[in-house]
């Protein structure tokens, strides 16, 4: 009997060693599983939004990458980025998902324990340009002189679509009308419902409204600005200061889930996620991972370039929201992310 009871304890304490080797709770059985998960490091992690846009995130998420790492993701969405800087601030957050604007805010308005960006997840917007009919044809010229459902202003994707259209030669004050006025999760219906003649749309309301027939798809905005970082994963210097190794493997984790998009099919990427999206028929969540696929969405590493950062900081100068430009060193650092890569 003692000899069993030994042999047990040997097998339940080998399978807890594997919890930092690559196993995870979903490779043992009852209470032994619970145990396990119960011994992962948890991580809170403050999302923007919901979005298939994060796509590899949720690879990680779903293929038990963080697990692997020995981390328990607890998953919060913040509808916003002033919101998850808000968290991270607190402490509410260990760690923020949002655009790297906010940090750049936040440093800014001298904040004593900055918020530091420590991984890149896409390098394109993510928004639209939605016409009421077909049009294959469709330059951005066809904007003038018509009334487009825009977004807020300061907000990121309203900043990107000026940009775009400055670069175009377009004036967005003088050459059309923006009507900034509706939520942004409401310009869709708004659209739907006879306003405007173009809206800019995030997915999935983009392909819901054209598989309702009430919009077309006629232009990526993400294409035409070239490669922003649209989104980053942040955290406040003294956390990432305190927590090297935490974070070390969370971006590993992510790494891998940027591996796995670069390297399987949009079909595949969806089947995936699908989980995480389960009021989105799987058709409509193909759709939509082609589409980011096909505009290269996802860089292939999570390291946040300086080029990256000064075209940020191009696009919030134009926009009139940039008081003084900050420098790349103070609130970027890639030795994260460069780990990841050939961890």
């Not at 709770?25 to 948890?42: H, I, M, R, V």
């Not at 305190?242 to 591996?259: H, S």
């Not at 980011?292 to 919030?316: A, G, P, R, V």
Request: hydrophobic share 35%.
């Amino acid at each position: 009997m003692k000899k069993k009871l030994i042999l047990l304890t040997m097998v339940t304490l080998a399978g807890f060693s594997l919890i930092g080797c690559n196993a995870k709770p979903s490779d043992f059985d009852g209470d032994e599983k619970q145990t396990a998960y119960e011994k992962l490091q948890e991580v809170t992690l403050n999302e923007v939004a919901h979005s298939i846009f994060y796509a590899p995130q949720y690879v990680a998420i779903e293929e038990g990458y963080f697990e692997e790492e020995g981390i328990r993701l607890n998953l919060v969405t913040g509808f916003g980025a002033d919101k998850v800087l808000t968290a991270l601030i607190s402490g509410e957050a260990d760690i923020g998902f949002m655009g790297a604007e906010s940090t750049i805010y936040a440093y800014q308005e001298g904040a004593a324990d900055p918020v530091v960006n420590f991984a890149q997840l896409t390098s394109r917007a993510g928004n639209f340009v939605v016409a009421r009919e077909a049009d294959p044809d469709f330059t951005w010229e066809d904007l003038i002189g018509k009334e487009v459902l825009g977004g807020r202003k300061g907000g990121m994707p309203e900043m990107v679509f000026e940009y775009v259209l400055k670069e175009k030669g377009i004036d967005p004050q003088k050459d059309l009308k923006i009507n900034q006025s509706i939520d942004f999760g409401s310009t869709a219906a708004a659209f739907s419902g006879g306003q405007g003649d173009y809206t800019i749309e995030f997915e999935p309301s983009a392909t819901i409204l054209e598989k309702e027939g009430n919009g077309y798809v006629v232009a990526s905005v993400g294409t035409e600005s070239g490669y922003v970082p649209y989104t980053s994963y942040s955290a406040k210097k003294s956390y990432l200061e305190a927590n090297t190794e935490l974070i070390q493997r969370f971006t590993n984790a992510l790494q891998k889930g940027m591996d796995y998009v670069q390297t399987h099919t949009p079909q595949e990427i969806a089947s995936v996620i699908a989980p995480q999206f389960a009021e989105t028929d799987e058709d409509t969540i193909v759709t939509i991972v082609e589409r980011y696929y096909e505009q290269e969405t996802w860089k292939s590493n999570l390291i946040f370039e300086q080029d990256s950062f000064d075209l940020l900081q191009d696009i919030l100068e134009s926009a009139g929201e940039l008081e003084e430009r900050v420098p790349y060193e103070e609130i970027i650092t890639t030795e994260y992310a460069k780990k990841s890569v050939t961890s």
